[in-house]
């Protein structure tokens, strides 16, 4: 048996954690844990990798090859992380020192237990990104490469259980297909937290599914896919997750207004390298418009372009009716014209302020009841305005990111994978809003790898 848990709780001064949960991972298999955002799957995750803030109290076994991993002192857990427990992080972004090369970022599962990394180029090769990659930062990554390549670090010395926290949320479904399938190729055993259930339902043996940090189901799916899940599935919880997935609903043609964005011939690119070329295009108010395309394609460059944050290499951008960058100096248009909703959405919060005080951010003489109503709109019901993002799942925190932009009343949202890190039940809700937003007149620009998700929010995809 290669991991056994035994009323594992886990608690926190301001809530959430996961309750009494038993769990075996047996050598050789894969085992998926699902739910809703903040229902625990991180927590349980970083619980058995004895990572958790000092804050959480934790009680119960987690037990690899006879040693109860919640007793061991610091020194002998770092022995055992990497070589017997590998890891992939759910924010790609903040794993990844920005200082520093990717290359230099792999090599660390290497250099820790002092050995030199070995063959880092061809296993970033079998996932689909080139070896000369690794010579460059992470801002020049997309988030879907750099998940590749936490993959290669966590499987650096073959482990014997390896923990992935949402390691395809910013990978297109091609490529995500590949990562997962090849991620379970090269495991001994693994235990994957994801909001994709159909894809979790394709590669695991066993679906687990966590409810309000309680383990509410246990389901034999076999790779059998969602089919075998939703004929099985006995919760309501379980069930509510199936029937969120998502589907194509017929819409009426948007009533449009003037045009809120516009490029002319742009071409886009990072020091001389072009990514996007020539491209003439234009978004009206009113107007849902999706950018699609598989990671490295270009669909993060273009919305920063699109949002006036990022300077064409030629051509011209337009907001509000003005070039944007007809002089050395960018010209902004008014403020709130553009909100972002960027894909790394915990770097884009003050670790140090309250949720509450991060929404009402871009509204004047805004307060609690505001950040409470727009927190409610965005499926926040419940979550303490004076929580802070350390203390927020992933996706909630992607989430008070997309409440901060409602806040700003703005034209136009442009929002990067605004849905990649919620569980379906959520990612529907987040979609709805979304897309509620565009009947007051604002426009939206949402970049996703999830075609059936982006089919339900927007009203044309430009495909890169």
């Known amino acids: 048996m290669s991991l056994t848990i035994r009323d594992l709780t886990v608690s926190y001064g301001s809530g959430g954690g996961v309750r009494g949960v038993s769990l075996a991972l047996e050598a050789g298999e894969t085992v998926a844990l699902v739910g809703e955002s903040g229902s625990g799957k991180s927590t349980l995750l970083r619980a058995v990798l004895g990572t958790l803030p000092r804050s959480a109290s934790v009680s119960g076994v987690v037990e690899l090859s006879g040693r109860n991993l919640v007793t061991l002192p610091e020194k002998e857990l770092r022995e055992i992380r990497g070589r017997s427990i590998g890891y992939v992080a759910q924010d790609p972004f903040g794993s990844a020192d920005p200082l520093w090369t990717v290359g230099h970022h792999v090599g660390e599962a290497w250099r820790v237990h002092g050995q030199k990394p070995a063959g880092v180029a061809r ?6 990104v080139a070896g000369t990659w690794l010579r460059k930062r992470p801002n020049a990554w997309s988030g879907g490469m750099l998940q590749r390549a936490d993959i290669v670090a966590a499987t650096a010395h073959s482990p014997s259980v390896v923990l992935a926290d949402e390691p395809t949320s910013a990978l297109d479904a091609d490529a995500a297909e590949a990562a997962l399938a090849t991620l379970v190729a090269q495991t001994r055993s693994l235990l994957v937290a994801s909001h994709d259930l159909a894809l979790v339902c394709r590669h695991a043996d066993r679906i687990l599914v966590l409810h309000n940090g309680e383990l509410v189901e246990e389901i034999v799916v076999a790779r059998g896919g969602v089919a075998a899940l939703s004929t099985k599935a006995r919760h309501p919880h379980t069930r509510a997750l199936v029937a969120a997935l998502p589907r194509q609903a017929a819409r009426q043609a948007p009533d449009l207004g003037g ?78 014209y553009v909100m972002p909703v960027f894909q790394d959405a915990g770097a884009s919060l003050d670790p140090r302020w309250p949720v509450w005080r991060t929404i009402v951010e871009p509204l004047p003489g805004g307060g609690r009841d505001d950040a409470r109503e727009l927190m409610d709109r965005v499926g926040l019901t ?9 203390a927020l799942s992933g ?24 849905t990649a890190a919620l569980d379906p039940t959520v990612a529907a809700s987040v979609a709805e809003t979304l897309r509620a937003v565009t009947r007051s007149g604002c426009a939206l620009v949402v970049v996703s790898h999830d075609e059936a998700r982006l089919n339900q929010i927007v009203d044309r995809v430009h495909r890169l």
């Open 382 to 390: 419940g979550v303490d305005l004076d929580r802070r993002p350390g």
């Open 123 to 128: 296993r970033l090769q079998t996932l689909g």
């Open 259 to 336: 045009v809120v964005a516009r490029l002319d011939d742009v071409t886009l690119g990072y020091r001389g390298n072009p990514v996007i070329t020539g491209l003439d295009w234009e978004v009206r108010a009113g107007e849902a418009v999706g950018i699609r395309g598989p990671s490295g394609s270009g669909k993060t460059t273009l919305l920063r372009a699109v949002a006036g944050l990022l300077r064409p290499e030629r051509g011209e951008v337009w907001l509000d009716g003005k070039p944007v960058w007809a002089g050395r100096k960018p010209r902004a248009p008014r403020p709130g």
């Open 395 to 418: 996706g909630q925190r992607q989430r008070v990111a997309i409440a901060r932009a409602l806040a700003g009343s703005p034209a136009l949202i442009v929002a990067d994978e605004p």
